[in-house]
């Protein structure tokens, strides 16, 4: 099965600042490649498909890039709304899905 | 709105068997596939296997061959996935989500989850 390694496995940021998290791959995925947002007690939510698609409805300080072995989430301004897990998820490796280890967001 | 309501939870013995039932609404069922994730406490989402709604084609994750089953029935845009053989590690929220991918892929919408507590 293909690894996702998530990093930082949490993260203290301030409202308005910049959040980065990535994602590596343990072997090439092209762009199959999710992120998903969840906050306590409650489901995932899907916020960006394909490596950097937004999903409907999820506000556009959210974004992907990357491609391959190498991913990048941001948050470019952080809101208290967003403290949640967020999680990284191939799709390149059918019929096998996995998913990174989280990354959990804190206000600062 | 698409919707995915879940059965409640359930507390079961090692060895024994769980089901869980998830009835889809708001879009063609058949159009899209199920996809099972589990959460254990306190820990990141494990992905269980796919069915499709339109043909009942599955795919299991490996770790769970032979343990887990998942069947739809259409008449009734419900999606059921059986475990058996409980173990303490079984221990998790379950979800049942809408998947877009034709062998599996993007889970789109989820359902509210199902706790499945295992325990003697």
């Known amino acids: 099965d293909i ?6 496995s949490s993260l203290s940021a301030s409202v308005g600042d910049r959040v980065t998290i990535t994602c590596q791959a343990s072997q090439d995925i092209s762009n199959y490649l999710n992120w998903y947002q969840q906050k306590p007690g409650k489901a995932p939510k899907l916020l960006i498909y394909d490596a950097s698609n937004l999903e409907t409805g999820v506000p556009s300080r959210f974004s992907g890039s990357g491609s391959g072995t190498d ?7 952080l809101q208290p709304e967003d403290i949640a897990t967020y999680y990284c998820q191939q799709y390149d490796n059918l019929p096998a899905l996995t998913f990174g280890g989280g990354t959990k967001v804190e206000i600062k | 709105q698409v919707q995915l309501v879940q059965s409640g939870a359930e507390v079961k013995k090692p060895g024994a068997s769980v089901k869980v039932s998830c009835k889809a609404s708001g879009y063609t069922f058949t159009s899209y596939g199920i996809s099972w994730v589990r959460q254990a406490p306190g820990q990141g ?25 998942m069947t739809t029935d259409t008449s009734t845009s419900t999606a059921y ?3 058996r053989s409980l173990r303490s590690d079984d221990t998790a929220v379950y979800y049942c989500a809408r998947d877009r991918g034709a062998v599996a892929g993007t889970i789109d919408y989820w ?9 003697s």
Do not use: C, D, H
Not at chain 2, 54 to 64: D, I, P, S
Not at chain 2, 111 to 119: A, K, R
């Open chain 1, 3 to 8: 690894q996702m390694t998530q990093s930082p």
């Open chain 1, 71 to 77: 991913f990048t989430f941001t948050i470019s301004s």
């Open chain 2, 45 to 69: 989402l494990e992905w269980m296997g796919w069915i499709s709604a339109y043909n009942g084609n599955t795919n299991y994750a490996q770790k769970l061959q032979g343990r887990v089953t």
């Open chain 2, 81 to 83: 996935m059986e475990l």
């Open chain 2, 111 to 119: 359902g509210q989850g199902t706790l499945v507590t295992v325990s």
